[in-house]
């Protein structure tokens, strides 16, 4: 049996290596909002209360469009109803949780943490106090987070736009899914997935995010029809 | 106005996180919904890696020789072998920096 805190550790340590990408997109997240016109506070203010990557600079860009509230709200919600499937799988193991530590760890949960955490959460399902290891990738994340956001604000895009470094966040995904490329029945439902994404890219909202996600889901259900 | 805009973004954004680990039990869930939400990370992220790659800022389809194609097929080959996340990342971005500013430029 780990300790909390060595669950804790673990799970600091399972995440950081994404920070190589976290960390430079952060930045840029926090420089555009000031670019775009805003007032600083407010830029910041969203990595605090909204805490989630890309959504928030889709809300700046379309506020600063001239969309209206309502509309960079929804695209906010849609982007990130993503969570609701994270939250489905993560349940399974932290249903003995009280109902206050659901909702205050449910802060922390991103997807960089969750996929770290779920691949940990997999291979050590007797572990009495799992749910630390979500606290450390998810307090990691949020850390790394306000800094690099924050000094995206105060200090402009240091990091030199011609390096391209938001293809960093792709590649940061692809270190997850990767080792899932050996497993055909995960390839064909990561293709659909990705095709979708981007036949319906230009679906309004956003909402490629979590159409992609609900068709592969479905070819997933199809395939284990098939297996059986 | 636009604090109580990002106020309700991130209400509703911590719902889209709370919802299902707080509100959801385990038997609410039958072992063929539990076998299909073993893809999820399968079924979510190429949503992420795929407009990425092949999208650029202006939301228009990328050429087939872009840079960032080449980098991706080097981060899935070293991620494949190395099992590192530093090193699929670092991979990835070196060799489309090696691109974009030895070969292209």
Known sequence: M??????????MLDISPHMLSV????????????????????????????????????FLQLLSGGASSLVAVASVGIINSRHLLYGAVLSEYLEKLSFIKKLLISYVVVDQGFAESNKFFKKNRNEEFLHYHL????????????????????????????????FAIPLTFIAIVVQDLKKIDHVIV?????????????????????ISPIIALFVAALLLRLKK | MTLTAIIFAGILTYFTRMTMIALISRDMLGDKIK?????????????????GIFINDFGTFIEINDPK??????????????????????AGLVSYWFLIFVVFN
Request: charged letters at 10%; proline letters at 5%.
């Open chain 1, 2 to 11: 780990l300790t909390k805190k060595q669950l804790f550790t673990r799970g």
């Open chain 1, 23 to 58: 960390i430079p997109f952060g930045i840029i997240c926090g420089a555009i909002g000031v670019e775009l016109g805003f007032d600083p506070y407010l830029v910041y203010a969203m990595s605090f209360i909204i805490f989630g990557g890309a959504s928030q600079i889709v």
């Open chain 1, 135 to 166: 606290i450390g990738t998810g307090c990691t994340m949020w850390v790394c987070w306000q800094i690099a956001t924050l000094s995206g604000i105060v200090l402009g895009s240091f990091v030199p736009e011609e390096l391209g470094l938001k």
């Open chain 1, 190 to 210: 990561m293709i659909t997935c990705g095709l979708s994404s981007l036949l319906f890219f230009d679906a309004p909202f956003k909402s490629y995010i979590i």
């Open chain 2, 35 to 51: 076998a299909v939400l073993e893809y999820v990370p399968s079924a979510v992220f190429p949503a992420i890696i795929f407009p």
């Open chain 2, 69 to 90: 194609i080449f980098g991706a097929l080097v981060a899935v080959i070293v991620g494949y072998l190395s099992k590192n996340i530093i090193a699929t990342i670092s």
